[in-house]
C-alpha cells in the first residue's frame, strides 16, 4: 500500500481509479452484449411476424359487412 509519501499516496489513488474503471468497463460490456442478443430475438421474430402476415392475405372474398348496429 503506501508509505505516506504525497506521491504514493497519489498512485494508491490512481490504481484504485483504474481497478474501478476496468470493473465498470467489463460491467457495461456485459450489458450491451446482453441488450445485443436481445436485439437480435427480436428481429428474427419480427421478421417471421413479417413473413407470416405477407403469406396470410385476405381473408375474405367479398366487401366487409357493415356492422349490427346499423
Known amino acids: 500500500m503506501s508509505d505516506g509519501r ?5 498512485l494508491d489513488a490512481l490504481e484504485m ?3 474501478h474503471q476496468d470493473a465498470m468497463i467489463a460491467d457495461l460490456n456485459e450489458v450491451i452484449t446482453a441488450q445485443w442478443r436481445k ?6 421474430q419480427l421478421a417471421r411476424l413479417r413473413e ?4 396470410m392475405g ?3 372474398d367479398g366487401p366487409e359487412p357493415p356492422p349490427p348496429h346499423y
Open 58 to 60: 385476405p381473408q375474405r
Open 52 to 55: 407470416e402476415f405477407q403469406t
Open 6 to 10: 504525497p506521491d504514493a499516496l497519489r
Open 17 to 19: 481509479r483504474a481497478a
Open 39 to 44: 436485439i437480435d430475438v427480436l428481429e428474427r
